[in-house]
Structure formats: C-alpha cells, structure tokens
C-alpha cells in the first residue's frame, strides 16, 4: 500500500483559544452583573418521559445542558412543564437544584420564556410543543437534519404519516418565532440551506464533554487487562457508537479488510448487541470467514476508557453528524481519530484529526496503516486532539445559552438593567 499516495487531509478548522476566550468573557460578564433579573423560565420536560430520547444521545445532552442552566442562572425560576407529574430518575436529578420545580397544566405561573429541548420527537402522543407552548418568547435545541440530509436512509423509508409530521413541525418551529439552539454551526448551516430558516433566528451552541467521559490515565495492568476481556491481542482500531446506514460501517469494515492485508490488526466494535445493525454485520463478516473484528456487547465506562487509551485510533467515516461525540470522546482519552471530512465532524476535529472522504475505502484503509507504522504522527494526533476535546465545556454551552435567552426576553436588559414584566402564561403550560 502506498502510503505517499493518500488522499487524507489533516485541515485547521481550529479557533486556537477562542473557544475559551469566549467562554471566559461570557461567564465573566454574568459574573460582575450584580443585577438580579430572577427570570422564570418553563422547560418542557415531557421529554423526561420520552425513553427513545432519553435512551439516546439527546437525553444526555438535555440533562447536562439544563443542569448546567440551572446552575449558572442561580437566581432564575426554572420549571419543568408537564401535563401530569410522575417521579422518575431524570426528575430527580434536575429537581435537585434549588431554584428548580415542576408546574403541571392546572397551575398558572407568569414565565418570561419557554424552552424546548426536543421539538422534533413524533411520536404518537407527544404532542407539538410549538402547538401547546404558551406565548412569549421561545427557544428550541435542534440537533440535526439526518432524515433530510440522507433522505434515502431514513426518511424515504418512513411510513407517510411520519414524513408529514416531521415536515409539519419544521413549519411550525419556522413559523413560531422561537429562537433555534444549534449544536453545530454545520446544523445551523443545514436549517438555513434545507428549511428556509433566517440565519439570525438560529444560535449554534455547541456541546460539552461530560467529566464522565474522560477519566484519568489508566495504569498499564488496567490497560491490558481490559484488552484481554475482549481478545484485544494485537493493534486494534475502535468503532464506538450505533451502526444504522449513515454511519457507514460497511464502508469501515472494507477500508479494515484491506488495511489488515499488509497488517496485523483487529477491529473492536464497541456497544450493545441490541443495535439490530451489529448483529447483521456480525454476521455478515463471519460469512466471509473475517475473523479479526471483535463485537464486545456492552462495555463498562471504565473499559472503554482503557480501549480508547490502547487503540490505535478510532474510525468514524460517518456521512452526517448534528455534532459528533465519538470523535469529540476519543480525543479526550488520548485516541487518535479517524473521520469523515463532512458535515460537523471537520468543525467538531478541528486540524486534532485525519479528515477523510467517507467514500475514500482506500484513504481510510490507508489512514489506518499510518497510525499503526507512525509513531510520531500518533503522537501529534494525541496531543492535537487532547487539546482541542478541552475546548468544548458545558460551562461555554451553558453561557451562550443564557446570553441568547437574556436578548430573547429582554434585548436592553443587560444595558438599561432590570427585568421586564412577565407574560402570562394561561393555565396550558406543556
């Protein structure tokens, strides 16, 4: 394999420190306002009892991301709007702040803002919230645009009703004038571009790095003792995360049989045997007697942590990502990371990352080969990606959320002071 050949990029997307520049004149800013607004700001949190949210990536962006609200606007009034209030984990947890409490519909309470953290679920029973919400200013999280971008993977294979329902509520997030929270600037780009959305409606956002995610260096028994759990005995490459169509596991899978035609090498596929996509995969590559791809089935925190810390890089040549966490979890943990050079991924990886055509098999197969033979570029990767993964805090997240939220309710707040008078809500809160 000629390696001098390869089409691989490794591109400066980077801000170099603004991303913390910014976060520190943001927290720095809420910090000598001594003025006291004491917003009352209503959550619709029927997600909270959404399990296919919940179970997925945006129950964990939603806890962290009101969690972190909640404890940078100390003295606001947050509440979790339902229609009937049932305990659960999810509740538990956010009610643990103090200035946090549920307001179900019968109770009328004057919010100054209503904010949703996920408008597009369209499920059966889960009613509009851009239906339903009170008047008065509004924002929305807004993930990604995957049933559009790659239509013929997901959209096009939905049974009609749904298609018309996501439409629908695209229009009346478009027509409601809320304020759209992007978790990307390549999402606010695909909202303008596909759904006709005003730039200046829509406020990328970002996300953070749960500390969960990141632990300290493992010791070297740990390490290798974790490699052994799943028969990890030679220079193995990780593929994290689900594997539906969009994620371009074949693609993977191709690029890992040529690259293990000139090397010794294994591929671990980390996650649960539920994902219906591994078991067909699995099976797929055992009939073509592949030998050398490990699926773990679900594995500890702590593990995954020692794979990241071991592998020799993670391969994610996705074709659409909102935001991408896999690639933003393995630089954290000192993983080199292979990946697509679309949609967010270059803005997410920065120049931290070996930035890859996702229907480039060859480059793929190719960027494998030079992160098992070259040490000193495997060393810049890590370096590169250590800092960059440092970039991304809820604390910045949670600021550009506040600064949004402050201009929503009160364009002149911040220089005339004071909060305006409240809107009443009326008694349907959810």
Not at 17 to 44: C, M, N, W
Not at 224 to 231: E, M, P
Not at 236 to 262: C, D, M, Q, Y
């Amino acid at each position: 394999m000629d390696t001098n050949e390869t089409k691989i990029q490794i591109v400066d997307h980077s801000h170099g420190g603004a991303f913390a520049e910014l976060t520190a004149r943001l927290l720095q800013r809420h910090k000598v306002s001594q003025r006291s607004p004491g917003y009352k700001v209503g959550i619709d949190a029927r997600v909270l009892y959404f399990s296919p949210s919940m179970e997925r990536g945006i129950g964990a962006y939603t806890m962290s991301h009101l969690g972190h609200m909640f404890r940078l606007c100390s003295d606001w009034e947050f509440y979790l709007c339902v229609d009937e209030y049932h305990e659960n984990e999810y509740f538990r947890e956010l009610l643990g702040f103090p200035n946090v409490r549920v307001k179900t519909v019968e109770q009328n309470v004057a919010l100054d803002l209503f904010h949703i953290p996920d408008p597009m679920s369209i499920i059966a029973g889960f009613d509009s919230p851009f239906l339903v919400a009170p008047r008065g200013p509004s924002s929305a999280i807004f993930y990604d645009l995957t049933p559009l971008t790659m239509r013929e993977m997901h959209f096009d294979r939905w049974e009609p009703l749904s298609q018309i329902a996501y439409r629908s509520r695209l229009k009346q997030m478009r027509a409601c004038g809320c304020q759209v929270l992007a978790i990307s600037e390549s999402t606010k780009s695909d909202l303008v571009k596909l759904c006709g959305f005003p730039a200046e409606r829509i406020t990328p956002i970002m996300a953070g790095l749960n500390s969960n995610k990141v632990s300290g260096s493992p010791g070297e028994g740990e390490l290798q003792a974790a490699r052994l759990r799943y028969g990890l005995n030679k220079p193995f490459f990780l593929v994290v995360g689900g594997l539906e169509a969009h994620k371009n596991f074949p693609v993977t899978a191709n690029a890992f049989i040529t690259a293990r035609g000139s090397r010794d090498i294994q591929l671990a596929v980390v996650g649960g045997t539920a994902d219906p996509y591994k078991n067909v995969f699995r099976e797929a590559l055992q009939r073509e007697g592949v030998t050398d791809v490990v699926f773990t089935g679900f594995v500890s925190r702590e593990d995954l942590t020692c794979l990241y810390n071991t592998a020799a890089g993670l391969v994610f040549p996705s074709r659409y990502e909102g935001f991408g966490f896999p690639p933003l979890e393995a630089m954290a943990n000192r993983c080199p990371v292979i990946t697509s050079n679309v949609s967010s991924l270059p803005e997410i990886c920065g120049d931290a990352a070996l930035l890859v055509s996702p229907d480039d098999q060859e480059g793929i197969a190719r960027a494998m080969v030079r992160l098992v033979d070259d040490r000193t570029l495997r060393a810049q990767l890590v370096d590169r990606g250590m800092r960059r993964a440092q970039q991304f805090t809820w604390e910045r997240t949670a600021a550009l959320t506040r600064q949004s939220w402050e201009g929503l309710i009160s364009p002149n707040a911040l220089t005339q002071g004071g909060a305006p008078e409240p809107r009443s809500t009326g008694a349907r809160a959810t």
